[in-house]
């Protein structure tokens, strides 16, 4: 999803931005949450950090797929749904 807001931010003299509270809170992001930093073509992409599964909330993932985090176990479950 891409949403232009029309706000500014300057980056301070450690290189810090500030991500508006509006955006933190319509995705979730608390104090203190890790966010995953990377760059796509000239765009730096802030994403909060997941470390599990999407589905069943495994800590172990297996694969990345359109930024989210499936398990070996729920891959193949889903592999084995779309078999039938």
Known sequence: MKLSTGIIRRVDELGRVVIPKEMRKELNIDQK?????????????????????????????????????ICTHCLKEINKSLAE
């Not at 890790?34 to 069943?56: A, D």
């Open 33 to 69: 949450d890790p966010i995953e930093i990377s760059i796509e073509g000239q765009t730096i992409v802030l994403r909060k950090y997941q470390n599990k599964c999407v589905f069943c909330g495994a800590l172990k993932p297996a694969i990345r797929y359109n930024g989210k985090l």
